[in-house]
């Protein structure tokens, strides 16, 4: 089945498919190299190449951090600093204008600044994978590609706890992010393996310490869930002719409203440290 | 005339839902205060107080997260999938056709391996995917977690005691409170949006359809409003229809009652004066939708070969699944129901001008469950040129021309490669389990 509407997307698939290699390989260099600017920041849109990566020239990895065309900065911060990818000037300073009248403005630019430069690099990461699954396997990038590769990855690896510990990264971001970066970075499969099983094995035990953290919190769910039980107890032992649903339902919802009355909006408990990002190389 | 303004006139509004109007309105208030709210591109905990109807299936606090980005109104909601429940094993988590999450959110959701995984991660649910860019990566971004059982939909408090009479499971099937206080939540603290996607895979699948109109409502975006339904179809199945015509007839009328969607300010009354919308058949909600906004776009995703969610459609309603000699057997047998499923879904949702689907073969990963889940790898449909379906999205979010692709070769589909993305997640998922 196919309507209508799919045809002219289907020539443009085809047109798009006839566009020669050298133009593609081109594309990837240009977004794997470039500062992505968007309306304001963070990560960009498609960036998937698709071409012989063989013919793929590297540099070195460097950040892409473009000049600054003036400084305004934030008392106490690097005013001189450059601009961080994925942010344009204009952007930059209403961030800069929105910190300056915090107490932490300066820490939180260099937050927002260290946050922005770990998501380029993993955009650039993200087109040499991408690199590499069109061209059939990483066997097929040149050598300068793997370098450049490493050294993002590398550095991605390094930044991952900071990053998890200031919730900026979920936990399974996290592990797709260490595993992708960690597959660059062994020689085999069976090196990946052990370093992804070591890492696991760190999360578990993080995990325990996490839960002993948070058992204040499950205590006061326990105590609310034990007392819902004797209510929902107490309901099913009347006869069931008397048995009101909505008159059990309002009856939780009070429970409910003396446990849990309180509305809480806040950040969300900082892991209680770093977790470990390494494993065996 | 907006056929919901049509509604609040001729219907008196329900008690329950008044009540729901002032609890939202005083929440809103409340939670407008200031906060202890987390910086830019951090994570942000969102616990919802009871008196907003709000809660997990166990009675325990609903707790969403938000992540904002400086500079943008542009806003994704990313509503979680994890099973359905209609009895007590199920719904305590237990067995392979179950509800996720039977304990609740905590307020680290997100910080955890062990239950947020990797269902929680698709391209619109974070920043740093490594595999799969999306121009949502850099909007605001909101997490709805599923914690009711109900594809996020439902609007009753069950007590189930089917399997252990002795310990009953008391369900709050609150799926409807926790989108609305969270939607009620997201107007007040982050404003009226610009661009707005509604997106969820599996239940959130449904559960991003069905809240649509509440949600659309409550923040009343500026710019273009876009639905993303992955993997999670309103199958069509008028009451009375025979299970050979309609084979998800059963599973429809068991949730109907099990979820209170026809009880009063249960999804469908709130449907009920939507052009299109016929309360005898669950599967005309994506036509309803389409008409109710036609400036908006509505795409639906899905795998031919898709074994879960027909599972949960079909399995514990038929015998002859349930009682398959053997898993070849049993597949023929889903996809015996699951196709004509599809067909019918298809030709109701056809009608609409601004609707679009993408209905691929099979991907070699999660029973070719999701589309949308890790990255956009094997979800090409190669008879058509279409690699995968980043296009669609991207026609989706722009308004582009909407597409309509289904894929009838699937033999190319066991021959495609899947990413390194998905080969690792392969790889953690065995590691992690």
Redesign the interface.
């Known amino acids: 089945?196919?309507?209508p509407?799919?045809r002219?997307?289907?020539r443009?698939?085809?047109a798009a498919?006839g566009v020669g290699g050298a133009v593609a390989v081109a594309l990837a260099l240009a977004l794997a190299r470039a500062p992505f600017e968007?309306?304001?920041?963070?990560?960009?849109?498609?960036?998937?190449p698709?071409a012989p990566v063989a013919a793929l020239t590297a540099g070195p990895a460097s950040r892409t951090e473009a000049p600054r065309p003036e400084a305004a900065g934030v008392a106490g911060a690097a005013t001189a600093a450059p601009l961080p990818p994925?942010?344009d000037a204009a952007?930059w300073r209403?961030?800069e204008a929105?910190m300056a009248g915090r107490a932490d403005g300066a820490a939180?630019l260099a937050?927002?600044r260290a946050?922005l430069l770990?998501?380029d690099d993993?955009?650039r990461?993200?087109t040499l994978?991408?690199a590499?699954?069109a061209a059939?396997g990483r066997a097929s990038l040149v050598p300068a590609l793997h370098d450049e590769a490493r050294i993002l990855a590398r550095r991605i690896v390094e930044a991952l706890a900071t990053h998890?510990q200031?919730?900026?990264?979920?936990?399974?971001?996290a592990?797709?992010?260490h595993?992708?970066?960690a597959?660059w970075l062994e020689a085999t499969p069976a090196a990946?393996?052990a370093r992804?099983?070591a890492w696991?094995t760190q999360?578990?035990e993080r995990?325990s310490d996490?839960a002993r953290e948070?058992q204040p919190?499950?205590d006061a769910?326990a105590r609310?869930?034990a007392e819902?039980?004797r209510v929902?107890?107490a309901?099913?032992a009347l006869p069931a002719a008397t048995r009101e649903?909505a008159r059990?339902?309002a009856e939780?919802?009070a429970?409910?409203?003396r446990?849990?009355?309180?509305?809480?909006?806040?950040?969300?408990?900082a892991?209680p440290h770093a977790p470990p990002t390494g494993g065996p190389r | 005339m907006n056929p919901l303004n049509l509604l609040r006139r001729l219907a008196p509004l329900p008690a329950p839902t008044r009540a729901a109007l002032a609890t939202i309105a005083s929440?809103a208030a409340?939670?407008a205060a200031p906060?202890?709210?987390?910086?830019?591109?951090?994570?942000?905990?969102?616990?919802?107080?009871?008196?907003s109807?709000a809660?997990c299936g166990?009675?325990?606090?609903y707790r969403f997260?938000v992540n904002r980005?400086?500079?943008?109104r542009d806003l994704v909601l990313v509503y979680e999938g994890g099973g359905a429940c209609w009895d007590q094993e199920a719904c305590l988590g237990r067995g392979p056709l179950s509800a996720a999450n039977p304990d609740?959110i905590?307020?680290?959701y997100?910080?955890?391996?062990?239950s947020?995984?990797?269902?929680?991660?698709t391209p619109f649910s974070?920043?740093?995917?490594?595999?799969?860019?999306?121009?949502t990566?850099?909007w605001n971004v909101v997490f709805l977690p599923y914690c009711t059982g109900d594809v996020h939909s439902g609007s009753?408090?069950?007590?189930y005691?089917d399997s252990d009479p002795a310990?009953?499971r008391?369900q709050?099937h609150r799926g409807q409170a926790n989108v609305r206080a969270a939607a009620a939540?997201l107007r007040a603290?982050l404003g009226q949006p610009r661009k707005l996607l509604a997106t969820g895979f599996s239940a959130g699948g449904v559960g991003s359809t069905t809240t649509y109109t509440l949600v659309r409502e409550a923040l009343e975006p500026t710019g273009a409003a876009t639905l993303l339904a992955d993997s999670g179809p309103l199958m069509s199945a008028p009451r009375g229809s025979a299970p050979e015509q309609s084979p998800s007839i059963r599973l429809h009328e068991t949730i109907r009652p099990a979820w209170g969607l026809d009880e009063p300010g249960g999804l469908v009354t709130q449907f009920a004066a939507l052009p299109g919308f016929d309360a005898q058949d669950l599967g005309t909600i994506g036509p309803a939708l389409a008409r109710r906004w036609p400036e908006d776009r509505f795409g639906y995703l899905v795998f031919r070969s898709d074994t879960n969610f027909s599972a949960f459609s079909y399995e514990k309603f038929y015998d002859d699944i349930s009682g398959a000699p053997n898993a070849f057997v049993r597949r023929q047998r889903l996809f015996q129901r699951w196709e004509p499923d599809i067909?019918s879904w298809?030709a109701l949702l056809?009608a609409q001008p601004n609707v679009?689907w993408h209905?691929a073969g099979f991907r070699n990963f999660n029973d070719s469950h999701c589309l949308t889940v890790?990255d956009f790898?094997g979800t090409g449909i190669q008879e058509?040129?279409?690699?995968d379906i980043?296009?669609f999205v991207?026609?989706q979010l722009d308004r582009?021309?909407?597409?309509?692709?289904?894929e009838?070769d699937q033999s190319d589909d066991y021959r495609q490669?899947l990413?390194?993305?998905i080969r690792?997640?392969k790889?953690?998922l065995r590691?992690?389990d």
């Open positions: 089945m196919e309507g509407a799919a002219p997307h289907r443009r698939i085809a498919m968007l309306e304001v920041a963070a990560p960009p849109a498609a960036d998937v698709s994925g942010i952007g209403r961030l929105e939180e937050r927002i946050f770990f998501s993993v955009r990461l993200r994978n991408a590499a699954d059939g998890v200031q919730r900026e990264v979920t936990a399974a971001e592990a797709l992010l595993a992708a970066a597959s990946l393996d992804l099983a696991s999360q578990a995990a996490r948070a919190a499950r769910e609310f869930l819902q039980q929902v107890t309901w099913q649903p059990l339902a939780l919802d429970l409910r409203a446990h849990f009355g309180a509305p809480l909006s806040s950040p969300s408990p892991p | 929440l409340a939670l906060s202890a709210i987390a910086g830019y591109f951090q994570w942000e905990t969102v616990e919802l107080p009871a008196d109807g809660a166990n009675g325990t606090p997260f980005a400086p500079g943008t609740g905590p307020p680290d997100l910080m955890q391996l062990n947020a995984l990797f269902g929680n991660v974070g920043r740093n995917s490594p595999f799969q860019a999306v121009q990566q850099a009753a408090v069950r007590v005691d310990n009953p008391v709050y939540w603290d067909q298809l056809g679009a209905v890790i790898s058509l040129g279409i690699a980043g296009g991207d026609a582009g021309t909407p597409t309509r692709a289904f009838t490669p990413s390194w993305g690792l997640v790889l953690l590691l992690f």
